[in-house]
């Protein structure tokens, strides 16, 4: 069978699902009801209620609930005698009884505010065995359905004839989980969501570095090779029991997902087909998976590639781009067709225009990256070059060379044009490569992924370039510090921030594009007029258009402020201000300066001077790119050597900070960070050095008969 997309199988016909949260999920550590946790569970189901889905409610978190009232009212009521003496723990059923009825009460309070009718449906084990009663339950729920009440259902442990302290396996159910399975048979159900606290069902333990999130269960793979704990910190489930009734349900045809009940959002996000968690079905074993590759064997299968990339001789290297850049030109209607679906999916599900301008492949497109793939081959041969050459001694020659730095994982944002750039400067760079594009672009970035890796030789392999389908895999890479050598994240401060802060391997850091252009007094105001236009029209979307125009004090004076924002005005673009700007030219004020617009939209303020000018910038900008326009020479010196940021410019438009207009061939990305490289990251950023020794028989022998020169030698590539 071809490669398929589990979750593809079974949204498309979900009508009615069964929703079980355990204990685990509705309590936080201390025992105590997690209400944020159950709210957004709450407005979940209240979402998909009014999108017309039938939702069954199973829960679990009466016990625990009625512990903890319990605990208070002896707590209450005890003497301070009576605290001296040990406590022993509640009864079970007792619990059961006083904390049905509160969860019930929590859970109505809840949906009330969501306009939502809730019921409450208690079950004991016994009553299954009644054909009776099982086709009332039937009815009574397809009745409740109808009106579009949301039933709750719960084992009824306040009367259960179970063993205490519930270690009974035994009957028709005997957990919450075993409920659930049992109820999305017997009601018909088209799909089984079993909330968890963590993130599905994993190979080992979850905080085992080594265990990898199972996406796919295939009972007659995975069934005797996995152990997990058996018991849940809180209830009576546990992964055992959630695993156990993912293969009863899946077995008799209702697929099932395991997944994280911490999440605000993933009943919704499983049924829009992403994969969250771990998916039980009945053809799994059927198959063959998207994702049977896990992180590691991905990274290693990159790195391998690129080592034999790296051997090849340089003309061969080169030769693998213009193919590259060929089948770009040979594919553009396929490239262009899944780019168009894209954009019709943005533009339906509601996304920002902003993000729809970056996500477009503009006619022409495909061709201009194609001429930058070949230019970027026609560079200078980037690896191995001798970047320093020194004689430690007589006949000891010592060298610096350019290497490849090894595995890269870039994280970049709706661009698909930024997949070939930094495909192919992985390749010219000689670094193997996994990409992680935004979902909006996953038409278009398969399709570019597949042209480009197609023209990778068999010698250096296709799996050179990897493309990451899955948000859920990238915490597994982040963890591979001994096989990836650099991560480059391309968004937003958040995104960088949460990748820093995830792992131990080096992050190029490339966050908001906050760019800045400061009009000084003595600015030639037609050139100003040309600047601002182009900084801020020319692509308003771009990371380096302009996002706040700071301009002398004296041009508010003068006219020559007014002449500035006319200019922007006749343009269509939108303008706040900062405190002074707002009040002389009475526009709305901006709610923060440290705000990327992304769109035909900008913020102006009035300042004093070019150093109070730098000290916004400094304080508020990115460190991405700054301009100046002034025609005091004096001046411009000291905002470029003053505004600390990757980019500064001197009567130029932002707009110039680019790697093909830097003459790079291409860029990976802009990286505001102050380590390894800065700007437009091009193939320079992408290498490091390593050095190379000669000797004829030398030895150190504690230094006894070396004499050491230490001379510059000419350099010889």
Request: with cysteine; hydrophobic share 40%; aromatic share 4%.
């Given at each position: 069978?071809?490669?398929?997309d589990?979750?593809?199988?079974f949204?498309?016909k979900?009508?009615?699902l ?10 936080r550590?201390?025992?105590?009801l997690a ?16 999108r ?7 829960t679990?978190g ?17 003497s301070?005698?009576d605290?001296?003496?040990?406590q022993?723990?509640f009864d ?9 009825s509160?969860?019930?009460a929590l ?10 009718t809730?019921?409450q449906?208690l079950?004991t084990?016994?009553?299954?065995s ?11 729920v397809n009745?409740?359905?109808?009106l ?6 719960n084992?009824?442990?306040a009367v259960?004839?179970?063993k205490t302290?519930?270690?009974?396996s035994?009957g028709?159910?005997w957990d919450?989980d075993?409920?659930a399975g049992?109820l999305?048979?017997?009601?018909k ?6 909330l968890s ?16 999130l199972?996406?796919t ?7 005797g090779q ?9 209830g ?15 077995c ?5 997902v395991?997944?994280s ?6 009943i919704i996000?499983?049924?829009q ?11 799994a ?6 994702k049977?590759?896990?992180?590691r064997?991905?990274a ?12 090849l ?6 030769k693998i781009?213009?193919?590259v850049a ?6 553009e209607n396929?490239?262009l ?5 894209d ?6 599900a509601g ?5 729809i ?6 006619p ?6 194609a001429?930058s793939?070949?230019k970027?081959a026609?560079?200078e041969e980037?690896i191995g070059r001798?970047?320093k ?6 006949d ?6 350019s290497?490849s730095?090894?595995?890269?994982l ?11 750039q ?8 000689g ?13 278009s ?10 023209a990778?030789?068999?010698t250096?392999?296709e ?7 899955s ?10 510090d001994?096989?990836i ?20 391997i ?8 906050i ?5 000084d007094?003595s600015?030639?105001?037609?050139m100003?007029k ?5 900084a801020?029209?020319?692509?308003p979307?771009?990371?380096n258009?302009m996002e ?7 041009l508010a004076n003068n006219?020559?402020l007014?002449?500035?924002i006319?200019?922007l ?13 707002s ?8 709610h923060s300066?440290h705000?990327e ?10 300042v004093?001077d ?8 400094n304080?508020?900008g ?9 025609e005091?020479q004096k001046v411009?010196?000291?905002f ?5 940021s ?5 009567n130029?438009?932002t707009?110039f ?5 830097f003459g790079?061939g291409?860029e990976v990305?802009?990286s505001?960070?102050?380590?390894h ?16 020794l000669r ?7 504690g230094?006894?008969?070396?004499a050491?020169t230490?001379k510059?030698?000419a350099?010889?590539?």
């Amino acid at each position: 069978m071809d490669s398929i997309d589990p979750t593809r199988i079974f949204i498309r016909k979900v009508k009615r699902l069964v929703v079980k949260v355990g204990t685990a999920v509705v309590t936080r550590g201390d025992g105590r009801l997690a209400l944020g946790r159950l709210g957004a569970l709450c407005e979940q189901l209240k979402e998909l209620n009014s999108r017309g889905y039938e939702v069954i409610l199973v829960t679990s978190g009466a016990v625990g609930l009625g512990r903890q009232r319990l605990r208070y009212r002896r707590l209450a009521n005890s003497s301070f005698a009576d605290l001296q003496n040990p406590q022993g723990d509640f009864d079970g059923k007792a619990c059961a009884a006083v904390g049905q009825s509160s969860l019930m009460a929590l859970y109505d309070t809840m949906f009330s505010q969501l306009d939502v009718t809730s019921s409450q449906l208690l079950e004991t084990d016994s009553v299954f065995s009644d054909t009776g009663f099982r086709q009332q339950l039937s009815e009574t729920v397809n009745a409740l359905l109808d009106l579009r009440v949301i039933p709750i259902f719960n084992e009824n442990d306040a009367v259960s004839t179970r063993k205490t302290p519930y270690e009974d396996s035994s009957g028709i159910f005997w957990d919450n989980d075993s409920l659930a399975g049992l109820l999305a048979l017997e009601l018909k159900a088209d799909l089984l969501v079993l909330l968890s606290d963590v993130e599905g069902l994993y190979s080992g333990p979850p905080s085992d570095p080594n265990s990898k999130l199972i996406q796919t269960f295939v009972k007659e793979k995975h069934l005797g090779q996995i152990t997990f704990g058996a018991k849940s910190r809180v209830g009576r489930g546990g992964m055992t029991a959630k695993v156990n009734a993912a293969v009863y349900a899946s077995c008799a045809g209702i697929p099932v997902v395991i997944t994280s009940g911490f999440a605000t959002d993933n009943i919704i996000k499983v049924l829009q087909g992403e994969m969250k968690g771990t998916l039980f079905h009945k053809d799994a074993h059927l198959w063959t998976l998207v994702k049977e590759v896990s992180a590691r064997e991905m990274a290693i299968s990159a790195r391998e590639s690129s080592r034999r990339l790296q051997a090849l001789k340089s003309e061969d290297r080169r030769k693998i781009l213009m193919d590259v850049a060929d089948a770009l030109e040979d594919n553009e209607n396929m490239i262009l067709a899944e780019n168009s679906a894209d954009i019709k999916a943005a533009e339906e599900a509601g996304y920002e225009k902003p993000l729809i301008s970056r996500l477009a492949l503009k006619p022409g497109k495909v061709k201009l990256l194609a001429n930058s793939v070949r230019k970027l081959a026609d560079m200078e041969e980037p690896i191995g070059r001798i970047l320093k050459r020194s004689e430690l001694a007589r006949d000891l020659v010592l060298e610096s060379v350019s290497c490849s730095l090894g595995v890269l994982l870039v994280v970049f944002e709706s661009r698909p044009d930024a997949l070939v750039q930094i495909a192919s400067l992985a390749i010219r760079s000689g670094n193997g490569l996994l990409l992680k594009g935004g979902k909006e672009a996953r038409r278009s970035n398969a399709a570019l992924h597949k042209v480009i890796t197609s023209a990778i030789p068999d010698t250096v392999g296709e799996k050179l370039i990897g493309l990451v389908t899955s948000r859920e895999e990238i915490p597994d890479l982040l963890k591979l510090d001994n096989v990836i050598d650099l991560v480059i994240p391309r968004g937003s401060n958040k995104l960088v921030s949460q990748i820093k802060e995830s792992t131990k391997i080096p992050v190029l850091g490339h966050s908001d594009g906050i760019c800045h252009v400061y009009v000084d007094k003595s600015a030639d105001i037609e050139m100003a007029k040309r600047i601002v236009s182009d900084a801020k029209v020319d692509y308003p979307a771009a990371c380096n258009a302009m996002e706040t125009l700071l301009v002398h004090e004296d041009l508010a004076n003068n006219g020559g402020l007014i002449k500035l924002i006319t200019e922007l005005r006749k343009e269509g673009v939108t303008l706040y201000g900062g405190k002074r700007a707002s009040e002389l030219l009475k526009i709305n004020e901006a709610h923060s300066f440290h705000h990327e617009y992304n769109s035909l939209t900008c913020t102006v303020e009035i300042v004093d001077d070019v150093f109070a000018a730098i000290d916004h910038i400094n304080e508020h900008g990115s460190s991405h790119t700054d301009c100046i326009i002034t025609e005091d020479q004096k001046v411009a010196e000291i905002f470029l050597n003053q505004v600390d940021s990757a980019a500064v410019f001197h009567n130029a438009s932002t707009r110039f900070c680019d790697g093909a207009r830097f003459g790079l061939g291409a860029e990976v990305g802009i990286s505001t960070s102050g380590i390894h490289a800065r700007g437009p990251v091009g193939v320079e950023g992408l290498l490091t050095t390593r050095w190379i020794l000669r000797g004829t028989g030398q030895v150190v022998n504690g230094d006894n008969g070396v004499a050491y020169t230490h001379k510059d030698l000419a350099l010889k590539n």
